[in-house]
Structures are given as structure tokens and as C-alpha cells.
């Protein structure tokens, strides 16, 4: 089967087929040579009014199916991910300027996603409740209708399945809209795979577009909850739109992760771990480790090492042969992560690494003599940028750790009870005690705190049934209750 030919997308996607779309048109180009792949169809205000109340109408019939006809397309789905891996793969690779590992990582990833939330669908939704009168009382979940889900770029796959399988395995329906530069990944492919996996038709649909289309989906008035990953400062756009309209927002934004090295740790392996942290898909993640913060004892040894590290690290076109990093993923964002180090480096840090780039292609960097008010550490850089700031002990490390508006990920290297001690102390949404920043798992609650976002609101079923779904109080008694008049 041809899951992603190119030559279909003539519209909008939703799960009955194709629609024409009146947005105009969408190239889906490849960063790393700026060919144009293939041309989505784009939704207007338009087309999301009309999918928002088609799916409105779907979503009805979906939650009252029962658990297990709603759990059997999830499970399909989990195996046409792993069937057509190979082909998805090759996508993420192109489009999303991925290496083929990671791409790898996607397909996987998002087949868990799929398998938990089969379970899901027939995971207990509800408690029974004292009262003080002569009834049961009882608190059930009840699907929460249309839900908006707004993908970023970065791993399109994974952030876009991550609320669209458990909002439908709960009964609701689904407006998806991905980043535009990652359609196909981030959504072409989770429209076909759910098609393909027998979703009844008009409960899944792709909406493709920029800003106006996501507003007109944020604003939809069927939608009755929105799960959005992506920039705080869109987070905060969108936060203050729902709280206007009394929808719900789960917001999972940006990160400026440190990394606490503390003084006895192996260097070789928290320089390995701090290389990954930061570099990894070219340090375009949330959870990417923004700040290395290494005890004074190992500073020089971890910066020199972590240099080396990223002088060998090859960059290039990850379609073309064995990379460590791709491109970054367009124009606008080189920019930014450019001005960010040479502002740096003009403040005074040291070049110790990188700094430089061909076309799209960043070479991984490392900057040395930082201070906490330099950009490039003061900032999300959302590139493959490792500034390594010295502390002397534990209050200052958790000082650096904590003076920043982002609260998502914490890595702590070294002694386990001084790691207990620190992630007891710094105000973060997760905490990785001897490992990296970067860590996910389909099965766990996942979110950041202030400018990371509003809380845990995906992953593990009772994230996924809080976000998803609505409380509805319910009482019976054996005879109508009598009252005095």
C-alpha cells in the first residue's frame, strides 16, 4: 500500500478521504536540499468550520460505541505504524530532517502510543462516592467532545499521535493541525494510518495550515478542549484565547533544561550524556539541555571533552549517508540559534566549539566562560548549543538550576543522594537522576511548569483521561426523593 503518495494529496484529509481544500497549497520541502516533496492542500477558516461540525456529528456515534470496537482500530493502527515503518521513516528523514535513528525512534514511539491507548479505551473511568443521602453517588468520565490538537515541527510523528490515539480512544473526536514544514510526518501519516485502521469516517480531521487555520481551530465553537505543543509564546496566545472562550488548554511549550554535573562524576560518561542532551536532532526538542552546569572540580576537563566531542560529530544530509545531526529545519530558525552564540560570544563566552554552519547545516557547539545573563544560556535556543556555566556546591547549582522562567526537564550526574537533594529543590516538571534531559516513554504523565507549560496533561492513562475527557457527577436513588412542596 502507498500510505504517503504524494500524488493523493489533492485537499484536506479526514477519515472518510479526501475533501478539496479552498486554503491554497503547501509545499512540504526538505531542509537539508530544498526540494519540494510533494503539495499538501491547506484549510481555511472554511474548511475547519465545516470539519469542526462534521466531526461534532461523528463524535456521537463514537462514544457510544463500545470500548472494544474503539480499542480494535487504535490497535490496528499501532500495526500499520510498525508495517509501514520503513516508508514513514523515509519521510522523517526528508521532511523533518531527522537521522534515520531518530526516525526509527518515531515509528516506535508512536505504535506505543497507539497500543497504550487501546488500554485505555477500557481503562476504569470513574469512582464511587459517599453521600449523605440515601442514593449512590457515583463520578464518571465522559468524552470531552472535539478536540483541538496543534503539532509542532520537531517530532511531528510522536507530538501529534501523543493526544490525537488517546482522545479518540476515549470517544472524542479530532481536529488535527500540524506544522506546517512537517504536514506529511506530523499529519498526512496519522490521517492515513487511522483511515487505513477503519476510524469511522469523519471523526479524524487534518487540517494543514498556518496561522489563520489554527486560530479558526482554537476557536471552532464545537472544539471543547485544545492540546497544543509547541513555542511559549504561541502557548500563551492560545492559553489566553481558551481562557476568553471557557475552553481547556493543555500546553506543553518550550525549556531551558539544565544538566547539574556534580563533583565526582564520570566525565567521559556525563560528557557522552550532556553531547546527547544537547545535540540530539539538532537540539530542536523541548527537553533539550539548554545549560550544562558542571561542579568547579570538572569544569575544565568536562568543557575540553565536550568540545572534542562535538568537533567529531559529523553533520550533513541524513538521507545521503551516516550523520550525527541534520539540518536545521528552516531559515528562521538557523537565525535565531545563529545570533543567539555570536551575541554570546560578543558578551564574552568562549568559542570553545562549532559556531559556525553551511546552508542549514549547524555545526554542534559548545560555549565556554558563561554567564547566566548571556543569551545563549539565559534563552531557548532550540539548536545544537551547549553553553557550561561552573558551580561551586550544591545551593549555587540549585540556584543556576532554578533561575530560569522554564521549569521541564532536570539531569542530574553523580552522587544519588546529593541528586535526591537537588530534584527536591528545583521547580520542574521531570527529573532524570543520572541520565540526560531527554527522556520520554508512551506510559508516563509528561509536562513542564510555568513557561514550560500548564502541568502534566499527556501520557499514562490518568494524564490522558483528565486531559481527554470530562467529570459527570451521576446519583440514582431506589424512588423519586420527596421534597416539601
Aim: with cysteine.
Amino acid at each position: 500500500m502507498a500510505l504517503l503518495d504524494p500524488g493523493t494529496w489533492t485537499g484536506k484529509i479526514f477519515t472518510g478521504g479526501w475533501t478539496v481544500a479552498d486554503g491554497g497549497e503547501l509545499d512540504t520541502v526538505e531542509p537539508a536540499t530544498g526540494t519540494v516533496l510533494g503539495t499538501l492542500g491547506a484549510a481555511s477558516p472554511r474548511d475547519v468550520a465545516a470539519s469542526a461540525a462534521a466531526a461534532a456529528d461523528a463524535q456521537r456515534d463514537w462514544a457510544a460505541r463500545t470500548y472494544e470496537d474503539r480499542a480494535a482500530v487504535l490497535r490496528r493502527a499501532g500495526r500499520l505504524l510498525e508495517e509501514h515503518a520503513a516508508q514513514i521513516q523515509d519521510w522523517i528523514v526528508r521532511e523533518a530532517g531527522s537521522v534515520p535513528a531518530k526516525a526509527e525512534l518515531e515509528t516506535h514511539f508512536a505504535a506505543g502510543l497507539c497500543y497504550e491507548a487501546a488500554a485505555l479505551a477500557s481503562h476504569p473511568q470513574g469512582l464511587v462516592l459517599p453521600s449523605a443521602q440515601p442514593r449512590w453517588s457515583l463520578a464518571r468520565r465522559r468524552p470531552a467532545g472535539v478536540v483541538a490538537v496543534i503539532a509542532p515541527f520537531n517530532f511531528p510523528l510522536i507530538l501529534s499521535m501523543r493526544s490525537v490515539a488517546p482522545a479518540l480512544a476515549l470517544g472524542n473526536a479530532v481536529l488535527l493541525k500540524p506544522d506546517p514544514r512537517t504536514a506529511v510526518c506530523g499529519g498526512v501519516t496519522v490521517a492515513r494510518i487511522f483511515q487505513e485502521a477503519g476510524l469511522p469516517e469523519g471523526l479524524l480531521h487534518l487540517l494543514p495550515g498556518g496561522l489563520e487555520t489554527g486560530e479558526a481551530v482554537v476557536s471552532a465553537p464545537q472544539v471543547r478542549v485544545v492540546s497544543f505543543t509547541g513555542s511559549t509564546a504561541a502557548g500563551r496566545k492560545i492559553g489566553e484565547a481558551c481562557g476568553r472562550l471557557l475552553k481547556r488548554a493543555h500546553l506543553e511549550l518550550g525549556g531551558n533544561n539544565a544538566l547539574i554535573v556534580l563533583p565526582g562524576a564520570d566525565i567521559a560518561k556525563a560528557v557522552s550524556a550532556g553531547a546527547w542532551g544537547s545535540f540530539l536532532h539538532q537540539g530542536q526538542i523541548c527537553m533539550t539541555t539548554g545549560r550544562h552546569l558542571v561542579h568547579e572540580s570538572l569544569h575544565e576537563e568536562y568543557v575540553a571533552a565536550l568540545a572534542d566531542k562535538a568537533d567529531k560529530l559529523p553533520v550533513g544530509d541524513p538521507a545521503a549517508g551516516p550523520v550525527a545531526l541534520g539540518p536545521i529545519i528552516d531559515e528562521g530558525q538557523l537565525a535565531h540559534v545563529d545570533a543567539l552564540v555570536r551575541d554570546t560570544v560578543a558578551a564574552g563566552a568562549r568559542l570553545a566549539a562549532g559556531g559556525t554552519h553551511q546552508g542549514l547545516f549547524y555545526r554542534p557547539t559548545v560555549l565556554a566562560q558563561v554567564t547566566p545573563d548571556m543569551p545563549a544560556y539565559a534563552r531557548e535556543v532550540f539548536g545544537p548549543v551547549a553553553p557550561v556555566v561552573p558551580f561551586s556546591g550544591t545551593d549555587e547549582a540549585v540556584a543556576l538550576a532554578s533561575g530560569s522562567e522554564y521549569g521541564l526537564s532536570l539531569g542530574i550526574l553523580g552522587d544519588v543522594g546529593q541528586a535526591m537533594a537537588i530534584a527536591d529543590a528545583v521547580p520542574t516538571g521531570l527529573v532524570h537522576i543520572n541520565d540526560q534531559t531527554v527522556n520520554d516513554e508512551p506510559v508516563v504523565p509528561f509536562g513542564g511548569l510555568a513557561a514550560s507549560g500548564n502541568g502534566s496533561r499527556f501520557g499514562g492513562p490518568d494524564a490522558n483521561i483528565d486531559a481527554f475527557t470530562e467529570t459527570q457527577w451521576v446519583t440514582m436513588r431506589g424512588q423519586i426523593a420527596p421534597y416539601p412542596f
